[in-house]
C-alpha cells in the first residue's frame, strides 16, 4: 500500500500533530504553512462487500469521512453504517473509532438487508454493547453468549438499530439507545427494527458475538495516527503509550458494565481529561464541562479514576 505523505515544502508533523521545521531547512523559526501547503494525508479505503480501491483526503471527523466515501464511490453518505480497518469483515476489534493508523487501510459498510424483530424481555439484561458510527447510526457491538438476543438469530453484530417500538432513534448516541433498551419492561414483547451491513459473498451466513473482553482498541498500526474529534480539527499524533492504551481499555470496559456501551474516543477522551487530575473530583469536574451530557453517575467517576490510577503505575 503507498505511504500518505506525511511532509511538504520544508515541514514535518511533530509529536502530538504539531508542526515542525526540518532539522537544517531554510524555513527554521518560520510559523506554520497556511493549510494550502500543509501535508495531504491520503487514504486508501474500499467497500466491505467489495469494489475497487479509492482515495479520501481532507477529512476531520466522522461524518466528513463517511462523506468522502460516499464521493469516492457515488453514494449517499446516509448509506455508510461504519468502517472497519484492515479488514472487510464485520470485526468490531477493528471498528474505526476516533483514530486512524497513517498506513491503515480503511473498509466502509454500507447498509444492506433491513429487518424487524420481536423480542420477548425474559430477563432484564438483553445481552447487547451498543456503541455508534459517530454521525447518527447506534449498531450493536457484542452479543453476549446465552443471553436473551444472543437466541434470536436474526439479530447479529454489526446491525444498526433504526428504531424501538416504531420510535425512530436515527440521530441518538449510543448511550440514549442503551438507556432505552434498559428501560423496557421486563415480561413484556418489543420490536426491533435493523438493518445489517452489506454483506461479502464470503461473510454470507456468519453470525459473529463480537469483540473479544479484553481484546483491547485497535488504535491502527504505521507509525502515527489521524485523531478524529467529534469538536474540533483533526490531528495527527503519535501512537498511544502502553499507558494510555491499557488505560483506554479498562475505561471502555467500565463504559460497557455501567452503560451497555464501547467507545475507544470517548474512554480515549476521558484517559486525556484524567490523566493528570490530582483526585477524583477534579476528574469529575473536567467530565462534566466537557461531557456533561452522559451524566456519570459518581461511583463510575471514581471506578474510571481508580482505572487511569491503575494504569498509570502499571496494575493491568
Known amino acids: 500500500m503507498r505511504r500518505p505523505s506525511r511532509a511538504v515544502a520544508g515541514w514535518a508533523w511533530g509529536s502530538r500533530g504539531r508542526w515542525a521545521a526540518w532539522q537544517g531547512g531554510p524555513h527554521a523559526g518560520l510559523p506554520p504553512p497556511p ?44 448509506e455508510v453504517m461504519f468502517c472497519t480497518l484492515n479488514t472487510h469483515k464485520v470485526d468490531m476489534d477493528k471498528l474505526l ?36 458510527n459517530g454521525a447518527g447510526y447506534a449498531f450493536i457491538k457484542r452479543i453476549k453468549e446465552g443471553s436473551v438476543i444472543d437466541h434470536i438469530q436474526l439479530i447479529s453484530v454489526g446491525d444498526m438499530i433504526e428504531a424501538i417500538n416504531g420510535q425512530s432513534l436515527l440521530g441518538c448516541r449510543h448511550y440514549e439507545v442503551a438507556r432505552l433498551l434498559k428501560e423496557l419492561p421486563r415480561g413484556r414483547t418489543f420490536t426491533l427494527k435493523l438493518t445489517e451491513p452489506r454483506k461479502a459473498f464470503d461473510m454470507i451466513s456468519v453470525r459473529s458475538g463480537g469483540g473479544r473482553p479484553g481484546a483491547g482498541p485497535q488504535l491502527g498500526t504505521g507509525r502515527g495516527t489521524l485523531r478524529l474529534r467529534s469538536r474540533g480539527p483533526a490531528t495527527v499524533e503519535d501512537m498511544p503509550s502502553a499507558f494510555e492504551e491499557k488505560a483506554i481499555e479498562k475505561v471502555d470496559d467500565l463504559l460497557e458494565s455501567y452503560m451497555g456501551i464501547r467507545d475507544t474516543e470517548l474512554a480515549a477522551t476521558m484517559v486525556e481529561l484524567g490523566k493528570d487530575k490530582k483526585n477524583p473530583d477534579e476528574l469529575a469536574e473536567a467530565l462534566d464541562e466537557r461531557l456533561g451530557d452522559f451524566a456519570f453517575p459518581d461511583e463510575f467517576v471514581f471506578d474510571v479514576w481508580g482505572a487511569i490510577g491503575d494504569a498509570k503505575v502499571g496494575r493491568y
Do not use: W
Request: avoid cysteine; aromatic fraction near 8%.
Open 97 to 132: 473509532g476516533g483514530q486512524i493508523g497513517l498506513e491503515d487501510f480503511i473498509f466502509a459498510h454500507v447498509k444492506g438487508q433491513r429487518k424487524e424483530v420481536e423480542v420477548f424481555k425474559s430477563e432484564e439484561a438483553l445481552g447487547l454493547t451498543i456503541t455508534d
Open 35 to 78: 493549510p494550502a501547503l500543509r501535508p495531504r494525508l491520503v487514504f486508501h479505503t474500499q467497500l466491505a462487500h467489495g469494489s475497487p480501491t479509492g482515495r479520501i483526503e481532507g477529512f476531520t471527523n466522522v461524518k466528513e469521512l463517511y462523506g468522502k466515501i460516499a464521493e469516492a464511490f457515488r453514494l449517499p453518505a446516509a
